[in-house]
């Protein structure tokens, strides 16, 4: 068994989640999620968790957690009860079918992180599409997939091949990357509407409606969607400031929070910040794992992401901090 799987079944046999959630009390907690599913809908992504599965992660931090407007807690002072933020990335319509009435439930806020420029539309993300290429394609189009985007597909690395490739990608020069993309979609039908459904985009009427239940606000998320690190100086500026204009001048209670796209640290670096703080905006999130302390650079604050698969135990472990302090004990 991989160490920290090991770790987190011995820490759940001794319940050291609690521990570790009384340990980290002052710290904040900002969890993460893309898509939710219906339990019954056949579509499998890593980015869909159960909507069953959603709404006992929501009634956890109910129970466990001061749950705040991200907004707000950044100016806030700490209390000393742990404190959560609840967001979503890329703004798809299942949030309003599946996740709102939960939220609304339970009376809890989160924000949610557009990518402009899909709202209202009926484009996929590339890296969706590309999990329907590998899921369509025939072992050879799947080698021919990584040979376009230099892996070798029969090496040992870490993950499948599709997270291989897409994470090569993901490291491209966007007119470099979209080259690969038209010769890998070139290859595998279109996605049919059945794909499509968990994956659509709310539009701007839909954005207004969630605003205005008082419990979701809307932040920025680049305008295409696109890894901030592989931007020049004008696109960058383009990517932020427009996304930025565009959510202020749509959202009657914009967040001044910001996403990056993928998040992780090699996808961004110091121009950003910089940026951003110019641009008005008070803070960013990232997908770099961890709780939040007033060391944590405000331009780079770390989030819990939650994918598809993770269970109830995985998920208790990872928002108490337990997973990350048993990384560092591993190292």
């Known amino acids: 068994m991989p160490v ?7 820490a759940r046999a001794a319940r050291l989640d609690l521990l570790a959630r009384v340990a980290n009390r002052r710290r904040l907690l900002i969890v993460t999620y893309h898509g939710i599913r219906k339990d019954e809908s056949p579509a499998r992504n890593w980015l869909l968790l159960p909507g069953s599965e959603f709404a006992r ?3 956890f931090l109910h129970a466990h957690y001061d749950v705040r407007p991200i907004d707000d807690v950044l100016t806030e002072s700490n209390s000393g009860r742990p404190r959560a933020c609840i967001t979503f990335d890329d703004g798809y319509r299942n949030n309003l079918e599946l996740a709102l009435p939960v939220l609304e439930r339970l009376r809890l806020p989160a924000t949610i992180f557009l990518p402009t420029a899909f709202i209202g539309s009926s484009h996929l993300l590339w890296t969706t599409r590309l999990d329907f290429a590998f899921r369509d394609a025939d072992a ?3 080698d021919r997939f990584a040979a376009w985007a230099s892996v070798d597909a029969h090496a040992r690395g870490k993950g499948t091949l599709s997270y291989r490739v897409a994470d090569a990608l993901k490291r491209m020069p966007p007119d470099e990357r979209n080259e690969v993309l038209m010769r890998i979609f070139s290859l595998v039908p279109q996605p049919g509407p059945a794909d499509l459904a968990p994956h659509a985009f709310l539009t701007w009427e839909e954005v207004a409606a969630m605003e205005a239940t008082g419990l979701v606000t809307f932040g920025a998320h680049t305008v295409h969607h696109e890894i901030v690190k592989n931007l020049d100086d004008a696109a960058l500026h383009r990517e932020l400031a427009d996304s930025i204009a565009e959510i202020q001048r749509r959202c009657a209670r914009p967040s001044t929070v910001f ?17 951003l703080s110019e641009l008005g905006a008070s803070a960013a999130v990232s997908t770099i794992e961890g709780l939040n302390d007033a060391s944590t650079p405000r331009y780079a604050l770390r989030r819990i992401s939650v994918g598809g698969a993770m269970g109830f135990a995985e998920f208790r472990s990872r928002v108490s901090g337990l997973d990350s302090q048993a990384r560092q004990f591993v190292r």
Do not use: C, K, T
Request: charged share 35%.
């Open 140 to 142: 050879p189009a799947r």
């Open 57 to 59: 992660q929501m009634e």
């Open 259 to 275: 996403a990056y796209p993928n998040g992780r640290d090699v996808d961004f670096d110091d121009r950003a910040p910089r940026l």
């Open 4 to 10: 920290i799987p090991a770790l987190r079944s011995v």
